[in-house]
Each structure stands twice: as structure tokens, then as C-alpha cells.
């Protein structure tokens, strides 16, 4: 359903994407995940339609967003990172706005306006003004907005991103829902996130395409990575062999931090080693210090694969 080759994107002299290549079948949701300035809103707006890439091709449901643009653009509905909602138009009012460039008329069009105001659980609030909504429901209208023409794939930048946590649960939902008939590509920084709620995930990192992989296979190769970090007082050397000789502990690293050491200890996949280490450092009488699970936040998740992909090369 969508097909994208070598997408590459430069700002001027700026290089914001790389080469990026990757399909999504028809019925699938992609998610599409990375940090800031990775090229995620970037990628998105070529698809769309919004801007032509500098090299590279992308093809919706067969048609080249650049060369056949407005057969593209008829089946897809994007909702951009910040959408563009006229804060003084009624929810109905801006929708048919919408519907009405996107070609409905008459009777199809207000069948189809009540149908996306249920779909989005906007029905109690068509006729109020945009700017009085809550953030997560002025998501919904920008959902709403790009699914009244019934398009065929949904591209979603951050949905969800600003708004609370019920209001997220709600939308995610929304968008689950919504993938089931279509295809649906969506961007997020939250790695749980694209876990819930898509089927295949690519990863993008500084323009690049670093992994393309199904969400569990994903959050198992980076379980294998859980880290043990503490502070000890003692012989730098016994330590860390005492720490090697203990099962499921995979390696040791160390660094001074004035008159302690910081260890740090990669543990095998599922194991949690925080009791019996802490045991083995007092039980020998060294300083323990303090002791914690190292949490991988996404930075070290993309450093982690970026080198994975490096080393593998
Ligand atoms: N119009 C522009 N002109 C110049 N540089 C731009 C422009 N738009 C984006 N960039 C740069 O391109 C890179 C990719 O930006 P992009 O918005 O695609 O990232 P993103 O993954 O969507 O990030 P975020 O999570 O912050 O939304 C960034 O370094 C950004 O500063
Ligand atoms: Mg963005």
C-alpha cells in the first residue's frame, strides 16, 4: 500500500533524511519511532503530499506522491504534528470545511460528517467552538479531519503527544480502531507506545533507518540489555571479578567518581540480580553505596542499535 525508496530529504545544505526505505502493507499500522529532529515529520510530510522529497520516490496505493499527487493525496488522510484547527469554528463547521475541499457534497457529505463526529466521539460536541476543546480533543478533530474523506491510509504525526493520560488510552484506541480497515503509518517518541499499539515499527535515528522489526521482537532484544547500576567503596578489580563470577551477569564496567566507583553491570534478559548483588557487596564488606536498575531511556535504545547495526556492518 505504501512503498517508499530511498527518501532522501536535504533543507538547504542540511541532510534531515537518509536513503529511507521501507513498505507497509495494506490493513498494517507502522509505527514510526525516534527522537527529536530524527526525520519523522519530515518523512510524513513527503508522504502526504506536502513537500517533494530531494531524491528517493514514495508511492500511495500505487500513485507517486509527487508525480501523481492528487490521486495520492485522495487516499490519504494526514493529520500534520501541529494541526492547523481555526479556533473559532464549531467542531461540524470546520469538519465540513474539510469534507468540502476534500470533494463531498450534499447529503453524502453531512451522512458522512455524523458518521466521523460518532467514529471520534465528538457527537456531544459538534457545535462547539474548536478553541474551547481540551488538547486531546482537538486530536480528535484533527483525526476527524483526516478520515472524512475516507481515505485509504492514515498518516499520524504524534497523535498523542500533549494530552493526558486518559485522553491518550482513549486515542490509541481510536487509532487501533481505525487501523483496522486501513492502513495507518504514526509517529511517537514513546517506545510503549508503538509497543501498544502498531504491528511492525520502524526506528529512525538522525535520518536512518536503524531497525525495522515487530514491536515484541524489539522490546525482547532490548531486554537484553537491562543494566544494574551502584556505587561501591572497595578494590576496583575484586569487585568486578566478584561481580563476573555471579550468574546471569554478562559483563562489568566501571568508572571513578572521586573516592567510590560507578559499576555497571549488564545482566542476562528477564533476570533481576539487584538482591543478590547487593548480598555479595556487603557480605565482603565493601562500601555499598547505593544501588538502582539502570532505566534505557530512547537515547541509549537508538545508541544501543545504532551500534548494534554498525558492528554488524
Ligand atoms: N523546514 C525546515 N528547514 C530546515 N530544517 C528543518 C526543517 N524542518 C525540519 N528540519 C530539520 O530536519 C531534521 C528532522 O526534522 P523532523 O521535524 O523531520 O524531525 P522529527 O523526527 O519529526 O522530530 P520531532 O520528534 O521533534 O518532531 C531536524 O534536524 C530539523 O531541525
Ligand atoms: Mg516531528
Redesign the pocket.
Known amino acids: 500500500m505504501i512503498e517508499v525508496e530511498n527518501l532522501t530529504?536535504y533543507?538547504?545544505d542540511?541532510l534531515?533524511?537518509e536513503n529511507v526505505t521501507f513498505q507497509v502493507q495494506k490493513g498494517e499500522i507502522l509505527g514510526f519511532l525516534?527522537?527529536?529532529?530524527?526525520?519523522?515529520?519530515?518523512?510524513?510530510?513527503i508522504l502526504a503530499g506536502y513537500m517533494p522529497p530531494s531524491s528517493g520516490t514514495a508511492k500511495v496505493a500505487g500513485f507517486d506522491v509527487v508525480e501523481q499527487s492528487l490521486e495520492a493525496r485522495k487516499r490519504i488522510g494526514y493529520m500534520p504534528?501541529t494541526v492547523p484547527l481555526y479556533t473559532d469554528m464549531t467542531v461540524e463547521s470546520y469538519l465540513d470545511f474539510h469534507a468540502t475541499i476534500k470533494g463531498l457534497r450534499g447529503k453524502k457529505k453531512q451522512q458522512r460528517i455524523d458518521e466521523v463526529l460518532d467514529i471520534c466521539r465528538l457527537g456531544d460536541y459538534y457545535d462547539v467552538i474548536i478553541g474551547k476543546l481540551s488538547k486531546g480533543y482537538r486530536q480528535r478533530v484533527g483525526i476527524a479531519q483526516a478520515i472524512v474523506h475516507e481515505p485509504e491510509v492514515l498518516i499520524l504525526?504524534?497523535p498523542t503527544i500533549g494530552i493526558d493520560p486518559k485522553q491518550v488510552v482513549e486515542t490509541r484506541q481510536l487509532i487501533k480502531s481505525l487501523g483496522r480497515d486501513r492502513t495507518v503509518i504514526l509517529?511517537s517518541?514513546i517506545l510503549p507506545e508503538v509497543n501498544m499499539v502498531c504491528e511492525r515499527v520502524i526506528i529512525?535515528n538522525e535520518?536512518r533507518v536503524v531497525a525495522v522489526d515487530r514491536p515484541e521482537n524489539l522490546s525482547a532484544a532490548l531486554k537484553g540489555s537491562e543494566q544494574i547500576q551502584m556505587e561501591v567503596r572497595g578494590a576496583i578489580k575484586e569487585i568486578v571479578a566478584s561481580l563476573r563470577e555471579l550468574k546471569g551477569v554478562q559483563d562489568v564496567t566501571w568508572e571513578s567518581a572521586g573516592e567510590n566507583n560507578i559499576f555497571t553491570v549488564d545482566c542476562s534478559p528477564g533476570s533481576d540480580l539487584r538482591e543478590e548483588i547487593a548480598h555479595l557487596i556487603v557480605g565482603k564488606g565493601w562500601g555499598l553505596i547505593n544501588l538502582q536498575t539502570k532505566r534505557m531511556s530512547l537515547e541509549d535504545i537508538f545508541l544501543k542499535l545504532t551500534m548494534k547495526e554498525e558492528s554488524e556492518a
Open positions: 530529504k533543507y538547504g542540511f534531515a533524511i525516534g527522537p527529536n529532529a530524527a526525520g519523522k515529520t519530515t518523512t510524513m510530510r504534528e504525526d504524534e509517529s517518541h529512525i535520518g
